[in-house]
C-alpha cells in the first residue's frame, strides 16, 4: 500500500510512534499513570531550563513525586499564550525552525502556536491511531468535508498528512445544492470507505440527501471531529451513511486529546501525549461524573511548552474501565466551550450545547438551532425550521428560555435557511456574548 513509500519520504519517525502507541494503548492504568508521569518529569523541568516563561513564573522546578503534584504550578490561560509567545518558544529553537499554527479566535482570542517536527509526527501517530479505531485501514480513501480556512497551512494539506492517502474533497465554505449534488455523485463514483469532517458539516450534508433521497454508498466509518457532536445529529448522519459516528476532540494547541474507539460509550484520553486534567470551578479536580475545566499538559512538544494549559473547553471525566480493553482512560463526554455557557441572572451557568441539544429533541419542527445570549436578559435564537414546524413550537421553544432564565428574558427568535459558520468553517450552537 502507500504506507512504507510514504515513510520513506516522511523519515521513520511517525510510523515508529504509531507501532509504540498501538502497544502502550493496552498497558494497565498504572502502567500508563507511570509513563505519564516519567513525561511529565522531563518536560516540566525542561520548560523550566529553556523558557522564560516558566523560569520566571516558578520559584524552583516543581518536584513530581505523584501526578497530582502537577498542581502546584499555576494554569496557563490563552491569554498567557496570546501576551508571551517569544517567551514560550524554548531557547533550543527559533520559531522558523517550528512548525506554526494558529487557532479560530472566535471567542476572541486567535493563537499563534508552535510545536516542534517530532510533535508533528507523534501527533499524525496519535490521528492515525484513532483512525484505525474508526475503521480506517491504509489504502482506504478518505471522503473530507472541511472548510478552506485562512490559516498558512492549509486543512486539506493536513487532512492528507493525517491520512497520507486518498482523498475526495468538499468545501464547506460552499456547502449549496450544486456542490452536495455533485459530491455524492462523486461518492457513488469512488466508493470512499472513510468520511471525514466537522460534526455540523457532516450533517447538513446528510440531512441534505435524506431529504432528497440522494442514494451514496455505505462508507466503513465517519469521524467527526473539531465541534461538538449533537445526539440528534449523529442519529442522522449514521443512518444516513450507514456506519457509527467516532467523535474525537483536540485542538491545535495539543494536538488530540481523546477519541470514541469501537465502543463509542465516552472518548479515550490521548494519555501517552497529553496529560489532562478536569477541575473545578473552586480549583478542586472533578470527581468522575462531574463536569470541570478542560487543562492540559502536552507531554511532548519541546519547541513550545505547554504545561497546565486551559483549552477552553468543559468536560467530564470517567472511571469507567472500557470494554473495549485499551488502558486509557476514559472521558464521559465534552460539554462545551467555556466562553460558550450561558449565565443566568444568579450566576449560575448552563451549558448552552445541551440546552440546543434537549430543546431539538423535545419539540418537534426544530430542525436546527443557536442560541446567542446578547445580555443577561436578552437572547436571540435563529432557528432552521424543519417541515412540521410551526407557530405553537415558537412558543415552547421560548418557553424553554423562560424556564431557564426567567419570565420576562427579550427573546428575538429569527428563522433562518441555515445557521452561519465561523471564519474557521465551523459552528457554534451557542454564544455567550455576556
Ligand atoms: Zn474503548
Known sequence: MTYPIWDLWDGTGRLRELRSLRQSQYLDSDRLRQLQLERLRAIVSYAHRNCRFYRERWAKVPRLDRLDDLRQIPIVEKADVGAHVDDLISSEFKSESLVAAKTGGS????????????????????????????????????????????????????IRNTFHDRLIFLDTMRLDEASMTQFAATMRRLEPEMLFGHAHSLFIFAQFLQQRGIPVPRVDGIISTSMMLIDSERKVIESVFGSPVTNRYGCEEVGLIGSECEVHRGMHLNSEHVFVE?????????????????????????????????????????????????????MERLTGRTADFLKRRDGSRVAGISLVEKTLTAIPGLGQLQIVQEKLDEFVLNLVPSPEYTEHAGRELEGVLRTEFGEDVRIHLNKVERLTQERNAKYRFSICKV
Open 107 to 158: 471567542t476572541g482570542v486567535a493563537l499563534r502556536v508552535y510545536f516542534d517536527e517530532p510533535t508533528q509526527k507523534a501527533r499524525n501517530a496519535a490521528a492515525m491511531r484513532t483512525d484505525g479505531w474508526a475503521g480506517w485501514r491504509p489504502g482506504s480513501m478518505i471522503a473530507g468535508l472541511w472548510g478552506t480556512p485562512p490559516v498558512p497551512v492549509t486543512l486539506k494539506e493536513k
Open 278 to 330: 478536569f477541575i473545578r470551578e473552586d480549583g478542586e479536580p472533578a470527581q468522575p461524573g462531574e463536569e470541570g475545566r478542560i487543562v492540559v499538559t502536552d507531554l511532548m512538544n519541546r519547541g513550545m511548552p505547554l504545561i497546565r494549559y486551559a483549552v477552553g473547553d468543559m468536560g467530564v471525566p470517567s472511571a469507567r474501565r472500557c470494554e473495549c480493553g485499551r488502558g486509557l482512560p476514559l
